[in-house]
């Protein structure tokens, strides 16, 4: 064989394995693409979104999804999907408190801390922000913090249990 067929063999195997790449991950995020799907409709619909950019699922004492999204005037809008009959509520992103502001907050009480994650959610029926971190080393200790959506006002903490030395 000449180099020109080595060439072409070898970008017809390179194209094989990117397609079955390709193939695996679409297998493996299908279902939750099809659980994803009609929550994004739902929130469309309640809404009237023209734009998703983000969709989160939440599960505390209940299952929430929380849909960020824009309207038609490009105002940010987060849409609850809450319980399993998945009740809606609407709250413009400008009648709330911030992401940015809540990471403040929590470092202002725990300047300590270390943010895993930020993520809005429900908390026995209140909207809320979910603050997820850390704090200390040997063992590193796991909080849960929780701050009125619309307010900023802290709500409640939960801790996690230390992984203990045997």
Do not use: C
Not at 16 to 41: C, G, H, L, S
Not at 59 to 72: A, F, H, L, P, Q
Not at 125 to 136: A, M, N
Request: proline share 5%; hydrophobic share 40%; net charge neutral.
């Amino acid at each position: 064989m000449n180099p020109k067929r080595w060439v072409a063999v070898f970008f017809v195997a390179l194209a094989a394995v990117i397609a079955v790449i390709v193939m695996y991950y679409n297998t493996i995020q299908q279902p939750f693409w099809d659980t994803e799907n009609p929550i994004r409709k739902q929130a469309k619909e309640a809404a009237n979104l023209t734009k998703v950019s983000s969709i989160t699922k939440q599960v505390w004492d209940t299952t929430s999804w929380i849909v960020k999204g824009e309207n038609d005037a490009d105002e940010e809008i987060y849409v609850w999907l809450i319980g399993p009959d998945k009740t809606v509520q609407t709250v413009k992103a400008s009648e709330g408190t911030s992401k940015d502001a809540i990471n403040q907050a929590l470092h202002a009480a725990k300047p300590d801390a270390d943010i895993k994650r930020i993520q809005p959610g429900t908390l026995n029926g209140q909207l809320v922000w979910e603050v997820f971190y850390s704090q200390g080393k040997s063992p590193e200790k796991y909080s849960y913090d929780f701050y009125d959506f619309r307010t900023g006002t802290y709500v409640t903490e939960y801790h996690l249990p230390a992984k203990t030395a045997s």
